[in-house]
């Protein structure tokens, strides 16, 4: 076991584990966040997505000896009041169904938006990519990343 | 308006109860931001039946009863009620009741039912409640009931109103009417709107929900080492490494299986890693190649019942003219659901206490009181909101998995599956093949013939279905082959594949016939509606209109350069589906562009619901008709992860057109009967692209076609 420094949604966090525990873990079992989820655990179906310093990250294949000083959002932190334009757009479109994986696709296209305000339907859907919905809510998953863009 | 007879038991509910007054609030309206939309919850409420109470400023909270894994029953289960109780949606807040079969009818995730069985008694829930209130005014005025109304939480006559929370007190004691009445159709101000989700804002800020971010002070987490072969017995384990693991609390072995304990998820999946167990593998093990060589045997051999002969098949195929023969394969198929399986359990000696994700609670219960020895009335369910169900979540194995491991350690546990294990000790939609003939004598479909095989398939088929009735000659077998491979439904069993496979066989003998594919399925309905043979298991005119609306919408006759259509119908699980795949040439491979699809279930009780169910399910059968596929070797599932399981990805989805046919009658389901037509659709739009067919899922594998 090793004590880590971390900062997550702007606060301060020590915790004592070990090294290689995917940030995942640290998060859902040591941190109580729970709004990050685990759906594989090898990095192929975004659950898990947060933001290292912005960008988004597969928290379940980062250990958190990697982690270093960068900072971490979660779901949880992404808006303070629960209203970034695209937790407003998935309201807006009622997105989910059974509603697990999409988190993990909000923090996505969050950093996909940081970066590209604008993209193409075409941007979106290779950004995309790696995010599973079982339920396939997919069209509305663009629908509201379409909308969340064009209100920026 | 209809008055029916009340069968809602009051049972115990004739008191006030006082919640928690910790000054919770909550977000319940969803449209507003969420600053506007905070309410104080009320810290009194008055219980006027297992279904609702309400408070004295006129909020309403309802119980849905049924568990959700994401079909939309939280939200369109409790707009039924408080449609009747006739309140404004605004003001009412949804909680998920939990396991109480005394209360709540039929508390089942599965087959598509909830909503059509829960109709009435939802229903009447909510006009009994009503009409209580209304009772509890008129005695208040000192007028008679009959001439007082309530609308949106206010009864008014008399020249007086008075809100449903002004009289919720008085209303929680009057007697339970006999007979109530229920509102007319076209007077539904609820049923019919489009409502958002009610775990919404929930669900966008990644509040705890689900099973997996259930947990209590003290609890562990398990991970279980399971026989990695069906068929597999565990002989011995070394648990030394693993008892090293920094968090590793202990290990147990029950039966074949070794749960670590430790106090993080990480620390137990270490652990289940570094166990060194040896297996017996002297059992029966069984691989695909010998599923598949099995099953092709059984397609050959006559049935000694046969599900269903009219006429004389016999005989039609010996005079026929021509004769067409195909067989249909279809692979197992894991749930994947997106959350993996888990479950809570804490066991002690007052009581049996679970938590989790379960489609059959009320079975769960039953079978871990069995299992621990105790009454049911010491186990408790709690329903968490489900990530995803599918079918998987109806056997409880991980509850009891659960159960057993928390009696053994004496401390609350929950037992994780990573998704290595969710994949691999499933219970699987498993393989299947059907041959279907067809004799043409003059130009006309004359005799039908269709054999199936399963693996533990009580019935492969489902003989009194389409085209049962339209044809004087019609044989229908099924063969079954029992495996030690656990199976079970998959989101709309059987009919996930056979429809595919019918509908790819009617498109091709219709096409043979030189009959246009719509026009040869309206043909046969004719037969069925005019001069029937035998039982005919579905509603004819029912299943015309679907499949004439879907052809509109398609402007199925209508040529267009470079798009290619495929038709295909079915019914299932009370619901009537046509769709038409429009399918283009996409760098020399074809591309489902788009769906159009048209439902008959009845009333649409959440058209935003609807379409969310709708398309999943159509999106979910081209998903797995195109990549979908689980093989055994020596009783070894070979896919453990996403890495090696192709799901469908979002550049991978067509639009998909939805179009209900407008009705007054009782909803029937929506959460499967959209997903059977599609394979079928799609194949037959891609032959009419492409030239080639489909005979075997998934489709992906066709290198003709896919490259
Ligand atoms: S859990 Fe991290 S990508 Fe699937
Ligand atoms: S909404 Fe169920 S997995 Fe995406």
Redesign the interface.
Known sequence: MAIFNLKVNGENHQVDVDPDTPILWVLRDNLDLVGTKFGCGIAQCGACTIHLDGTAARSCSVPISQVGEASVTTIEGLSEKGDHPLQEAWREHDVPQCGYCQAGQIMNAASLLSKNPSPSDQEIESAMYGNLCRCTSYLKIKAAIRTAADQA | MSIVKTTVDRRSFLKVSALSTGGIVL?FN??C???EAVRAIPSEWFDVNAFLKIAANGMVTIMSPNPE????VKTSMPMIIAEELDVKWEDVIVEQAPLDTDAFKRQVAGGSQSIRQGWSSLRMAGATAKQMLINAAAKQWGVDPSGLTASEGVISGNGKKITYGEIAAEAANVPVPEEVKLKDPKDFKIIGT?R??V???K????????G??H?VDGML?SVVLRPPAFGAKLKSFDDSDTRQV??VQDVVQFGDKIAVLAT????A??GQRALKPEWDLSGQLESTSYHDETMRNLLDTPSEEPKRNDGNVKRAFAEADKVIERTYEAPFLPH?????MNFFANVTAEKVELVGPIQTPEWTRSRVAKLLEREESEVSIDMT??????GRRLYGDFALEAAEISSMINSPVKV?F??EDDMTAGTYRPGSKYKFRASIKDGQMTGYHLVGAGVNMRNATRENNFPAASLDNYLIESHNLQSNITTGAWRAPITNFLAFAEQSFIDEVAIELGQDQVQFRLDLFERALSNPVGEVGYDVEKFMGVVKLAAEKSNWTEKKDGVYKGFSAYYSHNTYVAEVAEVVMSGGTPKVQKMITAIDCGIVVNP??AI??V??GV??GI?HAMYGELTFEAGVPQSK???QYR?????E?P??EVHFVESNNDPTGLGEPSLPPAGGAIANAIHAATGQRFYQQPFIKEKVVFG
């Open positions: 977000g969803w449209a931001t969420p600053q894994i994401g079909q939309n489009e958002r989700n775990d919404l804002n669900i966008v800020t990644g509040q705890p929900l689900f997996l971010d947990k987490y920094n968090g993080s998820t990480w620390a999946i270490k994947n659901t997106m959350e993996p909101r489900m990530g995803g169900g599918f994780v990573t998704r935003m619901g969310n169910q398309q999943g999106i979910d998903g992860n996403f890495d799901l469908i990805r979002t550049s989805v639009d998909v």
